[in-house]
C-alpha cells in the first residue's frame, strides 16, 4: 500500500470520519447554543462539574472492566512510565521554547505547555475512538498528569511549597479513586475471590467478584450510561464556553498564538519521535493504541487548573485566559488532523 493509498484509506475510513464530525458538530452546537442564548453563562460551567465528577470517573472504572492479557498488561506499565518521563522532560524542553520571555510570563507560558487539558478535552476524543483499551491508557497515563500538576504546577505558579489541599485533590477526586479503584480490580483480579458466573456463549467460568461487568450487571448498566455522557457533554461544554469568550481580542496577542503552536502542534510531535525512538530501540515499546492516546492526550489546549492556578496567583491572568481561549481553538482544528496522521502512522506500519 502506497502513501496515496493509505491516506485515501484513512480519509474513508467512516469510524474515523465519524469519530472527528461527531466532535465538531456539538462542539458547534454549544457554541450556537450559547450565542443564542439557549446556554446560560452558567451552562458551560454545570456540564463541566457533571463531566468531572460523574461521567468520567464512571467511563474510566469501567475501562478496567475487562479481562487482562500480557501485552495489555505490559502496555499499560510502559504507559505509565512514558507518563511520568515526558512531563520530566517537557519541564526542561519547555525552558529554551520560551526563552525569551522572563519572569511570570516565562512560568506561566511554561505550566500552561507541559499541562493540557488530558482529563476533559482528551478523554472524550480517545473514548469515541479507541474504545475502552484507550480510555485505560488515558487513566493510567493521567496519574502522572496528576501528580506533576498538582506539585510541580502548584510550587511552580504559587512560589510556595506543597500544601495538604493539593495532596488531597490530587489523590482524592473522583477520577482518581475511580481510576485507581479500576486499575486494582483489572491487575488483581486473577487473585480476588472468584465467582461462577455465565459467559457470552452460556458457559460457566470464572471471574473475579468485583468485575461488575460480569457480577452485578444492575450496577454496571447505569455506569455505562453515565460513562456514555461523557463525551457529548464535554464537547458541549467545550462549545459553550468558547461562545462565552472574545476571540476577537485574544486573537491580537501573538505570544497566545506561538504558546498554541508548542502546545498543540510541537508537544505531540515530540511526544511521536520520542516514542518511535524508544518503540525502535526496544527500550519503551508501545502499541498504537497506546501512542495514539498519548498523542491526542498531549494535543489538548490548556488545562483548566493549570490557567486557573494562574488567575488565583496573579501571574499573567490576562495572557493565561487569552492562552486557554486560542489552544482551544486550534486543538478543535487540529485535532482531526492529528487524528488522521496517526491513523496514516498505523497503516503505514511504523507502529
Known sequence: MNFGEIIKTTLTDMNIISAITSTIFIILLGFFCRKKGI??????????????????PALAFNAFMQDIDHDTLKQ????????????????????????????????????????????FFG??????????????????????????????????????KMELKNIKTMFLNPIVLATFGGLFIWVFQGYLPQVTVAGVD?????????????????????????AGLASPL???????????????????????????FAKVILVPALNIVLLAILSVTGILPVNFEALATIVIMMATPTATVAAAYAISFDKEAILASNCSLIS??????????????????SKSGLF
Not at 451552562?43 to 463541566?48: A, E, N, P, Q, Y
Not at 479507541?130 to 502548584?154: E, T
Not at 482551544?328 to 502512522?345: D, K, Q, R, Y
Open 123 to 160: 478523554t472524550p476524543i480517545v473514548s469515541a475512538i479507541y474504545g475502552p483499551v484507550g480510555v485505560m491508557f488515558c487513566s493510567i497515563f493521567n496519574i502522572g498528569y496528576r501528580v506533576f500538576l498538582y506539585s510541580y504546577g502548584y510550587i511552580k505558579m504559587s512560589g510556595l
Open 76 to 119: 499499560g506499565m510502559n504507559v505509565l512510565i512514558w507518563g511520568l518521563l515526558i512531563y520530566v522532560i517537557l519541564i526542561f524542553i519547555s525552558k529554551p521554547l520560551f526563552l525569551k520571555y522572563k519572569g511570570d510570563k516565562q512560568d506561566t507560558l511554561r505550566v500552561l505547555t507541559i499541562f493540557g487539558s488530558t482529563t
Open 39 to 56: 446556554f446560560s453563562d452558567q451552562v458551560g460551567k454545570i456540564l463541566t462539574k457533571v463531566v468531572l465528577t460523574v461521567a468520567l
Open 234 to 260: 464535554a464537547w458541549l461544554a467545550i462549545g459553550a464556553t468558547l461562545g462565552e469568550v472574545s476571540f476577537k481580542d485574544a486573537a491580537t496577542d501573538k505570544t497566545s498564538w506561538y504558546y498554541s
Open 328 to 345: 482551544t481553538v486550534s486543538a478543535v482544528l487540529m485535532t482531526p488532523i492529528w487524528i488522521v496522521i496517526l491513523e496514516i502512522i
Open 202 to 226: 452460556g458457559a460457566m467460568q470464572q471471574v473475579a467478584f468485583l468485575r461488575i461487568d460480569q457480577t452485578a450487571i444492575w450496577l454496571f448498566k447505569p455506569m455505562t450510561y453515565l
